[in-house]
């Protein structure tokens, strides 16, 4: 029975490049495999899955509206898929999430997503929280802090460096660092509000 997993981390952890060498290792033993990123991820270019070493893949750029338990049935019939591996896949809708459950379910083939749980106020993505709930597996990428602990926040700066702790969820470009919860400072950020007694 094919399994949706869920392989989450702060930024700069290595998901990309975890994700090209998990293709490469299906491609080596003859294995074909179907690559997916968003198409509002377009740093490496639109429809290429790019990670910080310099490896790189084109990939299917899906948007918003697209629907991918079909967009994989129909790679399947017209070839067979043993493994679908999904980049950024915090900007998946909850809809294209029970899409994906389907692929496993129904057409039995593996789903590997990578992406972010939270955003640079400490909120989950609507993709990451469908996943964190659905998935069969999860599977934590690690990476650290600048203080040497884990790593699990991600904080978004300006060209300046300067901490951004308001705006759009979604901002392709800006610049983030990857803290630990302690020295990413939740109750600053947070929009919940909750603010602790001197």
Not at 86 to 112: G, K, S
Request: glycine share 8%; aromatic share 10%; with cysteine.
């Amino acid at each position: 029975m094919a399994k949706l997993y869920f392989y989450y981390s702060a930024m700069n952890a290595g998901k990309s490049t975890t994700l090209l060498q998990s293709a490469y290792n299906y491609e080596e033993r003859g294995m074909s495999v179907a690559l997916l990123t968003p198409d509002i991820d377009e740093r490496s270019g639109r429809g290429i899955i790019g990670s910080r070493i310099g490896l790189e893949r084109k990939a299917f750029a899906f948007s918003k509206d697209v629907d991918l338990f079909i967009y994989l049935q129909d790679q399947q019939s017209a070839a067979s898929i043993a493994c679908v591996l999904v980049d950024e896949a915090q900007f998946l809708t909850p809809a294209q999430v029970l899409q994906l459950t389907l692929v496993c379910d129904r057409l039995n083939i593996p789903v590997l997503c990578y992406g972010l749980r939270t955003d640079f106020r400490g909120e989950p993505f609507d993709g990451s929280k469908y996943l964190l709930a659905w998935a069969d597996e999860l599977v934590e990428i690690k990476t650290i802090c600048r203080s040497g602990k884990k790593a699990t926040m991600n904080a978004r700066v300006n060209a300046d460096g300067q901490r951004v702790v308001e705006g759009e969820q979604v901002v392709i470009g800006h610049n983030y660092i990857s803290l630990s919860r302690k020295e990413f400072e939740l109750q600053r950020v947070s929009p919940i509000g909750y603010r602790p007694p001197d």
